[in-house]
Each structure stands twice: as structure tokens, then as C-alpha cells.
């Protein structure tokens, strides 16, 4: 499904020089997955997202999405070829009603209906712990606390059912009871569909529930495998995984 071949991103810093962010990143992500992407901070976790879903662009690589190139094609183009994004920070809509950003997320059917009704909607508020009745109609501005609006773009994602959904740090500004709802959401979106699934996480429910798991240090790939392989040695707090120490210090 997703391809990165030899992907690097560099900015430059207040002295103007070249920082390179990601180093020669090269990943597969196959049909049905669900991958959980973690790492200490500055590790590259967020700016690989970002350059999946086409905010940033590479400085160098490829990027392939079912064999088609995407690496120049912007947000809207990817989001227009099956692919879903979770901001660590979502953006507030003034003007903008709860129930009307869902339906847009769903689109529409080929008669120009709208792809969901009202029941749905609030299906998709319940599912990530928010009652539909107290928010279906407030505006997604500044009046919603930012666990709010976290919940309510990741309902968003549920409504638009794209074949591959990546979350930045989704468990950002959530409380424990939602975030139990989420970890079931993540569930569900896996075992009902064969979406794919990329989650950035520090969480290690998260890390429980996915099937592989990428470690990313110095904006390269430290390790990847099953969950059973890498999850056990990054909880050792091993040597090997002092990386992993610092990031729940």
C-alpha cells in the first residue's frame, strides 16, 4: 500500500544550516496493517507523518501510495486517493458545526445526498466518548477544549473510512476514560475493515494493540518487527533501547 524509499527531510536552522530531521527512511506498509510508529522526542515521529500525508515535502526520496508516486502531490490530492490524517493539534473551524464537519469528512453519494444520516453521526461522537446530544450542534472553535476537538477530528477519520488513516499522537490532551473508548475505536477500525492503520504513540496500550512496531531515533528507522518482538525489549530499558528510557522519563 505505502512505500518510503530512501526518504529524507532537512530544514535549516538559525545559523542556515542543513538539519536533517528524517535520514534515508525506507519502510513498507502492506494492505491491513496496523503499524504504531514510536521513539524518544525529536526522534523525526511527527515529521515522517507529515510527510505522508503530504504537509511537508521530502528533501530527497519517494513516496508511493498503491504504486503511484505522491511524493509532489499535496494534501488534497492524497486525502482525494484514500488517505486520512489526525493532527497532534487539530484546527478549529469557526462557523463550523460538529454534525456538519462529520458529514463533510463522510462526503457524498453519487446522487449528491449526503454518505451518512443523523443516527450515524452520533454514532461515530459516542464511539469516541463524547455524547452526541451536548455536541452535534456547537461550533468547532475555541468554545471546545483541545481533548475535545482530538475526539471529534478522530471522528471525523471513522467517518471517512479511508484505506489508510495515520494519528499523530492521538492519546494528545485525552482522558483516561476516552482514551479507553479509543483504544477500542483503534481496535474496531482494524478488525471491521481492511484499512490500514498508522498510529504515532508514546502510549503502550497503543503499542499493545498494533501488530508491527517502527522505533524511530535520529530520524531514522532503529528497529521495526512484530509487536511481540519489539515491545518486550522496548520495555526492558535495556542498553539497546536507552532511547525508549528517556521517552517515558
Not at 85 to 109: E, H, M, N, Y
Request: charged residues 25%; aromatic residues 6%.
Amino acid at each position: 500500500m505505502l512505500e518510503l524509499q530512501n526518504l529524507c527531510f532537512q530544514v535549516s536552522d538559525d545559523a542556515d544550516k542543513q538539519k536533517e530531521i528524517i535520514r534515508d527512511v525506507n519502510l513498507t506498509f502492506e494492505d491491513h496493517a496496523f503499524i504504531a510508529i514510536t521513539g524518544p522526542n525529536g526522534g523525526g515521529k511527527s515529521t515522517l507523518a507529515k510527510l505522508i500525508m503530504g504537509i511537508e515535502t521530502p528533501t530527497s526520496g519517494k513516496i508511493l501510495y498503491n504504486g503511484t508516486d505522491i511524493t509532489h502531490m499535496n494534501i488534497t490530492e492524497r486525502a482525494n486517493l484514500g488517505i486520512s490524517f489526525a493532527f497532534q493539534s487539530p484546527v478549529r473551524f469557526k462557523g463550523v458545526k460538529v454534525r456538519d464537519l462529520i458529514q463533510l469528512a463522510a462526503g457524498k453519494t453519487k446522487e449528491g445526498r449526503s454518505a451518512i444520516k443523523f443516527p450515524a453521526i452520533c454514532d461515530y461522537l459516542s464511539k469516541v466518548g463524547l455524547c452526541a446530544r451536548d455536541y452535534v450542534n456547537r461550533d468547532v472553535d475555541a468554545s471546545l477544549s483541545g481533548g475535545e476537538l482530538k475526539r471529534i477530528e478522530i471522528a471525523t477519520i471513522i467517518a471517512r473510512n479511508t484505506p489508510l488513516s495515520v494519528f499523530d499522537e492521538p492519546e494528545a490532551g485525552i482522558d483516561l476514560w476516552s482514551f479507553n473508548n479509543l483504544i477500542q475505536v483503534f481496535e474496531e477500525m482494524h478488525r471491521d475493515s481492511d484499512n490500514s492503520l498508522i498510529i504515532i504513540s508514546h502510549q503502550e496500550r497503543i503499542l499493545n494493540i498494533a501488530d508491527e512496531i517502527v522505533v524511530l531515533a535520529d530520524g531514522n528507522v532503529a528497529a521495526r518487527g512484530q509487536r511481540s518482538d519489539i515491545l518486550p525489549e522496548l520495555l526492558k530499558g535495556t542498553e539497546g533501547c536507552k532511547f525508549y528510557r528517556q521517552m517515558r522519563d
